[in-house]
């Protein structure tokens, strides 16, 4: 399985990003995606997921509201469109699918296979 995340960049606060993750080798609608982020110095944590069959979402109850992430399956890809974006959010950002299942999960621990990351800047 591999992973290939994009669309990361510098943006001033209040902008919008949209992240991409392009999936492959094995049948992508099968299995949940997930995103997660890494602040310098910080552990990584959950942003959002979306199960594999019927694309229920799960967020950051911090992220609600700002964040949203879908998926296209006949493209095999999810993305995670962020907007109103804070310097907080500056990150890298990784996508991740889990080993087996369709079920969403918000731990880091459920997901072995990652993508390389993707830098978000956001200035103020």
């Known amino acids: 399985v591999q992973l290939q995340a994009s669309g990361g960049g510098l943006v001033q606060a209040g902008g919008s990003l949209r992240l991409s993750c392009a999936a492959s080798g094995r049948t992508f609608s099968s299995y949940a995606m997930g995103w997660f982020r890494q602040a310098p110095g910080k552990e990584r944590e959950f942003v959002a997921a979306i199960s594999g069959s019927d694309g229920r979402t799960y967020y950051a109850d911090s992220l609600k509201g700002r964040f949203t992430i879908s998926r296209d399956n006949a493209k095999n890809t999810v993305y995670l469109q962020m907007n109103s974006l804070k310097p907080e959010d500056t990150a890298v950002y990784y996508c991740?699918?889990?080993?087996?299942?369709?079920?969403?999960?918000?731990?880091?621990?459920?997901?072995?296979?990652w993508g390389q990351g993707t830098q978000v800047t956001v200035s103020s």
């Open positions: 991740a699918t889990v080993p087996w299942g369709d079920d969403a999960h918000t731990s880091p621990s459920e997901y072995d296979y």
